[in-house]
């Protein structure tokens, strides 16, 4: 049972360049989410999903953009990275009605020069 | 604005000391409290807590939540190195069922 599957696990861009992270869950969790944790900051939930087709805005979603074809897929890109973006980024997968289910992938460090 | 707070926000003690981290909430509709620890990499669940004055407990570990002063804690007994991390607070909203977290607390035991 692999749980919340993430990568890469480190990456470097350029300035203005794109990328895409990925995430996989095997649990069929309905909930999918990613955050982005900068020192002193805690999570800070930048898109969520509650199923295939359904996404929507966390507190930081600019200069990210998701998708949810599948319940079991749920990438994360940068369009255009910026120095901003240089942040550890995590995905976590719950059942949608379920308190503390949170699987938490292993991260991804992103640095943006 | 919902927020949680936790403090301190480091705190070095030795090892087998006792410590107690805080966790506060102001959120308009609370469901439950969550407890993680963050060592390297991604956050491993500790703790729900969603009932006052009902304390969960697991070895060294307890935790308690006051829904009427809107705080937990987290107490760790006879502390050890490997309990060096982040310990992470988190709230669930009740409407939504997302998540809010405090910044977390850097907690490091000198052997």
């Known amino acids: 049972n692999a749980g919340v599957t993430q990568t890469p696990k480190f990456q470097v861009l350029k300035t203005g360049q794109s990328m895409t992270l990925q995430c996989a869950q095997d649990?069929?969790?309905?909930?999918m989410s990613w955050y982005r944790q900068d020192p002193g900051m805690g999570l800070r939930l930048i898109h969520y999903s509650v199923g295939a087709g359904i996404t929507d805005q966390g507190e930081v979603p600019n200069g990210y953009n998701v998708s949810r074809s599948t319940t079991e897929d749920f990438p994360l890109r940068l369009l255009s990275a910026a120095p901003s973006q240089t942040s550890v980024y995590f995905c976590a997968s719950r059942r949608v009605f379920e308190d503390y289910g949170y699987t938490f992938g292993s991260g991804t460090r992103l640095t943006v020069v | 604005e919902d927020k949680v707070v936790q403090s301190p926000l480091s705190l070095v003690v030795h090892e087998g000391d006792t410590v107690t981290l805080n966790c506060s909430y102001e959120v308009t509709n609370f469901r439950s409290l969550l407890w993680y620890k963050q060592e390297k990499k991604a956050p491993t669940f500790l703790f729900m807590l969603t009932s006052s004055g009902i304390e969960k407990k697991s070895g060294r570990l307890s935790s308690i939540l006051d829904k009427k002063e809107l705080f937990s804690i987290l107490n760790i007994t006879a502390t050890q190195t490997g309990d060096s991390a982040v310990y992470l607070c988190a709230v669930i909203m009740d409407s939504n069922y997302q998540l809010i977290w405090g910044a977390g607390t850097k907690l490091i035991i000198k052997p």
């Open positions: 649990m069929n969790h309905e909930y």
